[in-house]
């Protein structure tokens, strides 16, 4: 062909990067063993599985298969690796990473390539989006590991980490997943995709090259099947990071529930893409294609659904199938491909089930009019329109090119349409009205939303999903407590039901007559026992209002024999409204901090007048003395006046990533929080996780300790007297362990706190599964509330909230 040929047709020329040295180097190594304490060796099995590339179905190369006994060795070789590497000055972890980040420059070029190779995804993309962005990683989290003994005080690591990545960005989710373990002085154990294992191999050995210490990071190839059981299941590792499928995330979850291990899940997406009529509408385009043709729309966060504002949808359909037209699918090798192949066959087909599903249902397909290449496997861009919200196509998570556009006419209709779905990954809002754009970013429930731009990843800005998208956040400082404990946790290894019977031991010999309390202690203040007790039974406490229990039934409150009082029998309906009444009151996240800061201020001023009371009840349901329950009552004040305090100071943060633009880093509430309270510290413990929820705007169903839950139901008054608006405290009493269970499944609870039993901790992240809710839970554990590191603090207002970034580039 002749340069005036292309000038006459405008087509491109092939301009294929070289495969020979990534080619060679696979040839050198295969096949490849795993990857533990620096060395290479064979699977226990001997068996290898075969990696083929999707743009041509050929092997590229044959890895080795681990099995259980595989998994074992490299647990252990982190487990031993641990203490040493966990000691390892951050200075010199930091020397470490550095040194990993500038290998990965220097190794560049030929990790693009086999990337490309393994994934088809193509090179444009792996060599100036994946790759750089690796190494960013593993230098920003060098800086951590510098800092993390001055700025993270207080913290240590957890220990061994279990990874499992996906095929979608291989190297890029490794670096997410090692660069934070190994900043914070964790050891891992990481098994790739089955799909692509290639980048993730030649890492290991610049983990050889940089001299890191044998042990720290170990690779398993393998599949799921063999590995993934074993990782999640063994004792030797305490945390699971995972990123792939919500389904297996749920797995993930159910075989973990109880363990005590930490999780983190990074799931998938049905992530919206907002156009408003005064978009600029070919940088919505060019948008567009960035948003579900980029890695053939493989992403978590793929901008999938289209939301159009109706009076331009046309016009912007008509744009978009033209650039469409223009789109190149082809080898990953390519440098003028825009469309590389999709991941394996199995991946192609479902793909092609889903797009048939979406044309039976009625939705209007739209495709090129050119044909894929034949060979491999590839799948076109393709656009439905006339999607109706609840069709198949609209909810279910697609990962190939194949946008669905819908339109809305007002703001409040596009966050309706944008927030219908299982997943809040991510959003893109798209409007040159910089006030439109910034009023809907908080609305939208997602992790990241980007504006007037898409798909924007930096290592300073976490990356995280809400709802059935997952939880806990990559990149960012939050992403590093994902690697942490408080330090105070590795101190305390009683149970809960022993400090309940060492510090609650009853004061006095022979209670009074009237109640518990020695009424030596309680000078000037004597009842009168000739007359009877008025008697008090207090209900529920749901949308500011005092309630029958659906049951009809109460339950006796008693302490050392002696019967204190009944407390209504909260059952799964009491539940259900109580749900329904914190959604309702959903804008006490909205309001003001100052104005939630206020009420926490005024419920602690009612408090107080009433100090005596609640110190005598404190008495009564746990034998303490009366300067002891006074103490307790003293520091829930204190409490309260720290979060009222923490209220407006909980702000998030502004990143300055690498590009023209800020990016918030804004702490949000979660929303509706259900709440299972300790048995120790009748009072204490209740304020104690009452107050951070409310302060960081949730609103919440508390189950009070079911032991001693009078402390809780005295509060009554104390709420409806200090203007806290009905429905963002509701108090279901009854039996916890029941009540945890409904709420815990419960669709529309979006996090749960739980604070009793080993089993019910277990229990609760089992059936948490239901919406993947966020749980917090003690595993049976104490916490000793009257202690500041322990009872209050930034743990737990990280635990009231999840983060949003939001991303504002500026400039023409
Ligand atoms: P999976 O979630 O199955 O795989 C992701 C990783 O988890 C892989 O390493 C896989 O191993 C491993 N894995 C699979 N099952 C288990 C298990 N039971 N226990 C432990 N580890 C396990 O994703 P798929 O590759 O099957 O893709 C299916 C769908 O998942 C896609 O169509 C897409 O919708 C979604 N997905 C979402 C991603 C995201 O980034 N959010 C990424 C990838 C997929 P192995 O490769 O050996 O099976």
Redesign the pocket.
Known sequence: MKVMDIFATMEYGPAPEAAAPALAWLKEHQPFGLFINNQWQKPASGHYLESISPANGQVLTRVASANSEDVNAAVAAAHNAFEPWSKTPGHVRARYLYALARHIQKHARILAVLEALDNGKTIRETRDIDIPLVARHFYYHAGWAQLMETELAGYQPVGVIGQ?????FPLLMLAWKIAPALAMGNTVVL?????TPLSALKFAEIVQEIGLPPGVVNIVT???GQV??TL?KHPDVQKIA????T??GR??RRTTAGSGKKLSL????KSPFIVFDDADLDSVVEGVVDAIWFNQGQV?CAGSRLLVQENIADRLYQKLRARMEKLRVGDSLDKAVDIGAIVSEQ?LQ?ITRLVEQGVAEGAQLWQPSWSCPSEGSFFPPTLFTNVSPAASIAQV?I?GPVLVAMTFRTPAEAVELANNTRYGLAASIWSENINLALDIAPKVKAGSVWINCTNLFDASSGFGGYRESGFGREGGKEGLYEYLRPAWEHAVQDTESQIVQSTFQPSFQEPALEGLIDDAEWPGDSPDLTLPAIDRTPKLFIAGKQVRPDSGYSLPVSHAGHVLGEVGEGNRKDIRNAVEAAHKASAWANGSAHNRAQILYYLAENLSVREEEFARRIVQQTGQTRAQALAEVQTSLSRLFSYAAWTDKFEGVVHRPPLRGVTLALPEAIGVLGIACPDAYPLLGFISLLAPAIAMGNTTIIVPSPRSPLSATDCYQVFETSDLPAGVVNIVTGNREQLSQVLAEHEDVDALWYFGTTEGSQRVEFASTANMKRTWVNYGRVRNWQDRVQGEGQEFLRQATQVKNIWIPYGE
Do not use: D, H, M
């Open positions: 499992i990545i996906p095929w979608n098994k790739p995709a089955r799909y393998g599949e799921a993934g059981e999640l995972f990123t792939g499928s389904e297996v797995a993930i990074e799931l998938g997406g978590c991946q479902e998570e990962f």
